[in-house]
């Protein structure tokens, strides 16, 4: 089983920055896929970023391309999110989800941690 804890969340204004923090504990294996998503209000659940536990190669959805950036450290378990030049419109609760390899989906997720951006 694994557990996943965001923290990390909170209020900033347009333009600003955050960094969202997933404590990843229990049977995290090497070459595990780990990512961010978002849900706003109103909204369906979109995928932000992902990261190969393994090679540490990336991906992004074209909303955050250039502004954010995931990484990760394997030694303690933490996968981050770097949120640069924050928009309104990246309002949302923000989750950490783990996908074992040769799964199609993402199985494990946090319980999200709120990112608030003022205009």
């Known amino acids: 089983q694994v557990q996943l804890v965001e923290s990390g969340g909170g209020l900033v204004q347009a333009g600003g920055s955050l960094r969202l923090f997933c404590a990843a504990s229990g049977r995290i294996f090497t070459n595990y896929a780990m990512a961010w998503f978002r849900q706003a209000p109103g909204k369906e659940r979109e995928f932000v970023a992902t990261i190969n536990w393994r090679d540490g190669s990336t991906y992004y959805a074209d909303s955050v391309k250039g502004r954010f950036a995931i990484s990760r450290d394997n030694a303690n378990n933490t996968v981050y999110l770097q949120m640069n030049s924050l928009k309104p419109e990246d309002t949302a609760v923000y989750y950490c989800?783990?996908?074992?390899?040769?799964?199609?989906?993402?199985?494990?997720w946090g319980q999200g941690t709120q990112v608030t951006v003022s205009s």
């Open positions: 989800a783990a996908k074992p390899p040769g799964r199609r989906s993402y199985d494990f």
